[in-house]
């Protein structure tokens, strides 16, 4: 074989030799650096799939403890309302019986000093029992919504 490629050698000129040795030295520098070149360019993916696997577990992990924080806010919050609406059945139950001292106080009998009129003037009951009777409808539907308030946490 070399035999036959020595004879077509010779029918060569030394510019297409010239030119033909420049194609082979090309030819072994590509495919020995190309090699080298790619495997130096292409991507590891492995890498690149352990930090999507951890930025993904972060991301998770936040989510987690935002959630959590989102639900202790509500959960304080429910609690700061639930406690002022007791306060202010408290404040009810003070104004009632302010009112019931008050309303025993009025069914007194009040003897007018004037001698303009005959006999005493007795001042009865205003609309005290109907204050109260609205006082305890705003008292039940408040702890109605506690009640509620509560059972949702």
Known sequence: MFKYLSEILKQFSPTQRILALLILVLTI???TLGNTYLNNVSVDTE???EQIK???KKIVDSETRHSDELIESHRTCTQEMIQRELDIVDEIERLKIALSNGQRQQNRMIVSSDSILPSPIIIGPTNMELMLNGLDN????IL?????????Q
């Open 138 to 141: 705003l008292k039940g539907k």
């Open 47 to 49: 890498y690149y799939k």
């Open 29 to 31: 520098t590509i495919l």
């Open 54 to 56: 951890i930025l993904n």
């Open 144 to 152: 109605t919504n506690v009640n509620e308030m509560s059972d949702d």
